[in-house]
């Protein structure tokens, strides 16, 4: 089997060469011919299903009779998706980063399972980190200039530096008493009577960096729900958000509008007109585009937050020109513009190249430690340069997930 794997940076256009795989055009290279049986793993394939059992009500893997997908965590998503490609015996499967969105102990049995089909399926794995290619597959490549592919250089990873610049002034400051922003005390919440967590006791304060982890379908995505005020299940429980129990007539806007947001998904809501700038300046006016005229301030600070980011150059860029990395810190950026009590980063450098995730935690690390904000990072990855104070991790139980600080 000539399996190979080839590690991308984010600059490289992806989706065109999925494309011409599944065409099968210009696949020679891979030993793939017009007769091959092929499959594709993939976020886009997740969605795929997804929408398949949107409109049929089934999308056609067994395990989605039980659970529908839709419900599933996406870890679980994609641990089904993959069993079921598996279940097909394609002559080749390509894996689109494999291993985002699962959790250690998913991606080792995943490994030991992809392994114990190398024999009879030929994989052709697309990694964005060097660490997740497979460990049984000898042949890297990397793009080559020419537009074909080379051997993979292990040691090049670009890298720029924001820490010189200075973090951007907040124009307006809340007003905030006691220490406390989110306290959970004994919290539990159950999905049509299975219990998912279970006595919750956990409490962020003002400036702290945590690191919120847990195995997939563990209750993190549950947990966060509650803490941007969108989930039902925190009323008539001891949960307190910015020194109110929630239930009490507090607006979900004013829980909103103290908490920036960030998640992967949320590139696509900006895949319009807007240039980079007024992505930016969206973050003040809590729109996705820009449809109320900005405050000459509100101009100047986000060019502020481009010159921190280093990308004042591309201000006027339509922001779907960017790359997916200086997507990803733009989006960072507009949740931090108004310093809010708490930005929430869930799973921040899912999808980007070594050389960006880098970039992204230097950012990350900077905000923590120059800003009054409290920052929550979601991950089940352990980032080595990720310089988090405490953790909350969650672990699975029969009776739901319990939760510890670590
Ligand atoms: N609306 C729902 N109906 C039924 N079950 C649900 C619903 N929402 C979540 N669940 C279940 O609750 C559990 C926790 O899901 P949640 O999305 O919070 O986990 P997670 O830790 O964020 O997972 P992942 O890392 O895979 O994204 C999962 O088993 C999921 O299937």
Redesign the pocket.
């Known amino acids: 089997m000539k399996h190979v794997g080839i590690f991308l940076s984010n600059t490289f256009n992806k989706q065109l060469f999925i494309q011409q795989l599944l065409e099968k055009k210009n696949v020679a290279l891979f030993g793939i011919s017009s007769t091959t049986h092929l499959q594709l793993f993939s976020a886009y394939t997740v969605q795929q299903y997804l929408l398949e059992e949107d409109i049929h009500g089934y999308c056609g893997i067994e395990a989605a009779r039980v659970?529908t997908l839709r419900?599933?965590?996406?870890?679980?998503q994609k641990r089904v998706l993959l069993q079921h490609l598996l279940s097909l015996k394609p002559d080749v499967l390509v894996l689109d980063n494999v291993f985002d969105?699962l959790?250690i102990a998913t991606q080792e049995a995943l490994k030991e399972q992809l392994s114990n089909a190398a024999g009879n399926i030929q994989f052709i794995q697309l990694a964005h980190r060097k660490k997740d290619l497979l460990a049984f597959i000898i042949d890297r490549l990397m793009p080559s200039p020419d537009g074909g592919f080379i051997a993979l250089n292990e040691s090049v990873i670009e890298h720029t530096s924001t820490e010189e610049a200075i973090v951007p002034a907040p124009l307006h400051h809340y007003n905030l008493t006691g220490n406390e922003l989110v306290r959970f005390t004994d919290v539990n919440v159950s999905?049509?009577g299975?219990q998912?967590l279970q006595q919750i006791n956990w409490t962020i304060s003002k400036g702290e960096f945590w690191q919120l982890k847990?195995?997939?379908?563990?209750?993190?995505?549950?947990?966060l729900t509650m803490i941007t005020g969108d989930n039902v299940k925190g009323y008539g429980q001891q949960l307190f958000l910015f020194g109110r129990k929630k239930g009490t007539g507090e607006t979900v806007w004013s829980i909103k509008e103290k908490v920036g947001y960030l998640t992967p998904a949320m590139t696509d809501l900006f895949a319009t007109r807007h240039t980079l700038l007024q992505m930016i300046v969206s973050g003040y006016l809590d729109q996705i585009g820009l449809y109320t005229i900005p405050s000459d301030m509100q101009l100047r600070s986000a060019y502020e937050w481009l010159q921190l980011l280093q990308l004042q150059h591309k201000a006027n860029l339509p922001f779907n020109k960017l790359t997916q990395g200086e997507q990803r810190m733009a989006l960072i950026a507009r949740a931090m513009v108004k310093h809010p009590p708490i930005l929430i980063l869930d799973e921040p450098l899912m999808g980007l190249d070594d050389a960006n995730a880098a970039k992204v935690i230097q950012l990350i690390n900077k905000l923590a430690a120059e800003t009054t904000s409290a920052v929550l990072y979601v991950s089940?990855q352990t980032e080595a340069g990720l310089q988090v104070q405490k953790i909350f991790e969650?672990q699975k139980t029969e009776n739901g997930s319990v939760g510890r600080t670590v």
């Open positions: 659970q419900s599933m965590s996406s870890g679980e969105n959790d999905y049509d299975r998912v847990g195995p997939n379908g563990s209750g993190k995505t549950t947990l089940h969650l």
